[in-house]
């Protein structure tokens, strides 16, 4: 079963506006990492967050993790058409560090033109 | 192109064949992971390399799946007597394992597959 969780499971905004993803996970983890997936294609790292961090910034996106609460959110400023995608979290469990990632089950953000 | 490729990218087949996927991961990269993904679901470990030995393998693969990675290069998955639940997206990913590294996993294309 799927450890991670994603909050809201799809989320409609307008260009120009900021769209919040929620995560939250059940083990203690090493790191966790955002990915972007368009519909029928592969993922794309977006960006990692170590257990050991509390925000970081890369570019229009802002993630914070706070491990007291095993949950992570990811922040895409400014949206853009071409957000338009659905983005997992994915966990590096500290137990099984190094091998599996183990994803939520997505949010799917769609932004209007 | 030096990023992670699979192949095919879909395939069809009916019920009862066999299948078999090749994944090429990053040149340099040691570690190559085989997930599956179900409409809207996300990704789910199936099993991983280092180099050609595979070190884990999730209950979800059957007895009817294997993987191998020969020399420590690209890898085959393959599934015997395909079942209609077998229908999904696999997805390939390699990182490079380093001591104190991060685990980034870096995601093929994926190869959709359907059985009819």
């Known amino acids: 079963s799927q450890q991670g969780e994603e909050d809201p499971q799809a989320l409609s905004i307008q260009e120009g506006e900021n769209a919040t993803m929620n995560c939250s996970y059940k083990t203690s983890i090493n790191n966790l990492q955002w990915y972007r997936q368009n519909s029928g294609r592969g993922l794309v790292h977006l960006i990692l967050?170590?257990?050991?961090?509390r925000e970081k910034h890369s570019g229009r996106l802002r993630v914070t993790l706070d491990t007291s609460k095993k949950s992570s959110s990811l922040l895409i400023t400014a949206s853009r058409a071409a957000d338009t995608a659905s983005y997992f979290c994915a966990t590096d469990a500290r137990e099984t560090s190094g091998s599996r990632l183990t994803f939520g089950e997505g949010t799917q953000l769609t932004v209007n033109p | 192109d030096t990023g992670v490729s699979q192949d095919p990218r879909h395939k069809i087949t009916k019920r009862g064949q066999n299948v078999t996927f090749r994944c090429d991961p990053i040149?340099?990269?040691?570690?190559l992971y085989w997930y599956r993904q179900t409409l809207g679901q996300g990704p789910e470990f199936l099993t991983y390399f280092q180099n050609e030995a595979q070190l884990e393998k999730s209950r979800l693969l059957s007895d009817r799946f294997s993987a191998e990675r020969p020399k420590g290069s690209f890898s085959t998955l393959e599934i015997q007597r395909t079942e209609q639940g077998d229908s999904a997206m696999y997805l390939c990913?390699?990182?490079?394992?380093?001591?104190?590294?991060?685990?980034?996993?870096?995601f093929g294309p994926g190869t959709r597959l359907t059985v009819l």
């Open positions: 990913a390699s990182s490079l394992s380093i001591a104190g590294g991060n685990n980034e996993q870096f």
């Open positions: 967050i170590r257990s050991n961090e």
């Open positions: 040149s340099e990269h040691n570690r």
